[in-house]
């Protein structure tokens, strides 16, 4: 996140949005130099985008949280603005860059742990919900058809305006936590329904079932059209672990904050005239890609998006009774562990030797260099393990991953 010092707002930048009086006092700083620093990003935002005002937001997500991303600077900038800073609405955490309770365990260092703690402690102090997961759905902030809500985790701003119908750009760290403080967004991109139509038909020429598929199919989408929204067709009934996948998948490599899905997506679009197949070949050549030749995995990171309730019962009863024999990271949010927990799930996968790393992801924690390949069935994982943490990559289905674990072998 920017310092403030280097942040300029311009008074003219507010002549062309309609402010309501409560918005106008806080840029005047009559409400604190929390509010005021956020109104000047927001409205600053709504000038740079043609926003014709502000629109209040049901809930916000902020990513942005690792220290490994912020750093000193970024530490700094929330500390300033929680001296008087408040959220004003439902505001939930990206991942950190380690599990909160048990950064021990994941080999994260006291240092890193000292800084961390301090930027989780800056946001708590603002009102925010340190639930540290970029499926913020699965524990309590899932918005619903039309709300207009400002999320920045990338996959799951797709999941909300994509599978929930939620309204969302793709905010920033700075841009979401002073949305947090003001209660509002700038009206524009995703939050209007003329920029929310499908442009291009994707119809799927093969049936897909696992989550890495929906990972290969999203890059492949992506690799196509870029970040035009697509309107995908003859997808059959996909669980909702397949529609995370793709979510992020879609985000990471074609850039869109939004798809269309036939049977899925709740809100209409119109038919675009332009179209592509997606042929077998297509999600073959997709996965290939996502899978460096001959590597031989030394992790096996499951979790990216954090893992579904669905996902650790699977794990549960494949791993009851045995070991896993390769490091083994399954990355979960605290809310969705601790209802695993009262299942009595968490047990089998804790005495498998498995490590249950909550709060954080293979991708954010700092553990560059850590391993040299990670399998993972995840398509945006297998992206920033190789751009941030300089792994090689296998991805394979969420079954093979597990039965790697605990054998060594791919089936
Ligand atoms: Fe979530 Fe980390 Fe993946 S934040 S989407 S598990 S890169």
Known sequence: MPALSVFHFKTDWCENMDLTSQEKEMLDGKRGHAAKKSMEILVAL?????AARLVPVKSVQIAGVSYDNLGDAGLEYLESLSKDGKVTV??????????????????????????????????????????????????GNKPGLGEHVAWSESSAVAYANSVLGARTNREGGPSALAAAICGRTPMYGMHLAENRQA??????????????????????????????????????????????????SIATYGGTSMFHMEGVTPEKTIVPKAGIIITEKDIAAA??????????????????????????????????????????????SRGVYKQACELGIAEAITASGAKIACDTCMVVAPVAGRWKCVGTDSAKSCYYSRAKNKFKVRVASFDACLSYAISKRWD
Not at 46 to 50: D, Q, V
């Open 199 to 248: 442009q291009v038909v994707v119809k799927l020429g093969r049936a897909i079932k696992t989550t890495a598929e929906f990972g290969a199919l999203g890059k492949a989408i992506g690799d196509k059209i870029g970040n035009k929204i697509p309107l995908i067709v003859g997808v059959k009934k996909p669980g909702g672990e397949c529609l995370k996948s793709l979510s992020a």
């Open 46 to 50: 709504g000038a740079i985008f043609g």
């Open 90 to 139: 439902k505001t939930t955490l990206n991942p950190a860059g380690m599990d909160l309770e048990n950064y021990k365990s994941l080999g994260i260092s006291e240092d890193f742990a000292i800084k961390q703690k301090e930027v989780i402690s800056a946001f708590v102090k603002m009102g925010v919900d340190a639930s540290c997961t970029c499926t913020p759905y699965y524990v």
């Open 287 to 332: 996965l290939a890609s996502m899978n460096d030749d001959g590597a031989e995995p030394d992790l096996i990171a499951l979790g990216c998006p954090h893992l579904s309730l669905g996902e650790m019962e699977k794990i549960s009863s494949v791993f009851a009774g045995k070991k896993v024999v390769v490091e083994t990271w399954l990355c979960v």
